[in-house]
């Protein structure tokens, strides 16, 4: 498991970039990152619930909510079936899990290499559709919450993506709040990654 876990740590740890002046996404900002989740937004299916997951690993690595998984399994629902996957990682504080479908090549999200304080920055989020409605992008500014999560207002079920203007993940939700969703970002996913494959 460790072996499987090593190409996402690495990927996850990439050399850092300089942060630019956060600016309000256009449509076309919007548009790219629908077009990440429709490629790379799964199902996670736990004995209890079933919630969103974003693949963020080429073999087959998903980031999603804790609440949809169970201590040592869960199900990812992707190209029409139901594949067994392991957990890797699942941490009820910070209420998110990483599990490990099937051996495979996967259509992995672009990831920031480095995400920083993303409280006042412009995020973008996929609202899901009511009824006939479509799933739409929507953005909204970061807000600092309690350490080491924030909140944003875009009504988004746990273990949906956030992203940045040019649609690289960088967010993941983790519960809903209010109108809106407490969030986590990717820099503490990595920590926490790098503590297990560090553990022996």
Same mark, same amino acid.
């Given at each position: 498991?460790?072996?499987?876990?090593?190409?996402?740590?690495?990927? +996850?740890? %990439?050399?850092? =970039?300089?942060?630019?002046?956060? #600016?309000? /996404?256009?449509?076309?900002? !919007?548009?790219? *990152?629908?077009?990440?989740?429709?490629?790379?937004?799964?199902?996670?299916?736990?004995?209890?619930?079933?919630?969103?997951?974003?693949?963020?690993?080429?073999?087959?690595?998903?980031?999603?909510?804790?609440?949809?998984?169970? +201590?040592? %399994?869960?199900? =990812?629902?992707?190209?029409?079936? #139901?594949? /067994?996957?392991?957990?890797? !990682?699942?941490? *009820?504080?910070?209420?998110?899990?990483?599990?490990?479908?099937?051996?495979?090549?996967?259509?992995?999200?672009?990831?920031?290499?480095?995400?920083?304080?993303?409280?006042?920055?412009?995020?973008?989020?996929?609202?899901?559709?009511?009824?006939?409605?479509?799933?739409?992008?929507?953005?909204?500014?970061?807000?600092?919450?309690?350490?080491?999560?924030?909140?944003?207002?875009?009504?988004?079920?746990?273990?949906?993506?956030?992203?940045?203007?040019?649609?690289?993940?960088?967010?993941?939700?983790?519960?809903?709040?209010?109108?809106?969703?407490?969030?986590?970002?990717?820099?503490?996913?990595?920590?926490?990654?790098?503590?297990?494959?560090?553990?022996?």
């Amino acid at each position: 498991m460790t072996r499987r876990l090593l190409p996402l740590v690495l990927l +996850l740890l %990439a050399t850092r =970039v300089s942060a630019s002046e956060p #600016e309000r /996404p256009s449509r076309a900002d !919007l548009q790219r *990152a629908l077009a990440q989740y429709e490629q790379s937004v799964v199902r996670v299916r736990g004995p209890r619930e079933a919630g969103l997951g974003i693949i963020v690993g080429t073999e087959g690595q998903v980031l999603t909510s804790v609440r949809h998984v169970s +201590l040592d %399994a869960a199900q =990812v629902e992707y190209g029409g079936r #139901e594949l /067994p996957a392991t957990v890797v !990682l699942a941490n *009820a504080y910070l209420k998110v899990a990483v599990v490990a479908a099937p051996a495979g090549t996967y259509p992995a999200a672009a990831v920031k290499p480095n995400t920083g304080n993303l409280a006042g920055q412009w995020l973008i989020g996929i609202v899901p559709g009511k009824g006939k409605r479509k799933d739409m992008p929507a953005s909204a500014l970061a807000r600092k919450g309690p350490a080491p999560f924030f909140d944003i207002n875009l009504a988004l079920p746990p273990g949906s993506p956030l992203y940045d203007e040019t649609g690289r993940l960088v967010a993941v939700s983790v519960q809903r709040k209010g109108r809106g969703c407490r969030a986590l970002s990717l820099d503490v996913v990595r920590q926490q990654l790098a503590t297990k494959v560090a553990t022996p």
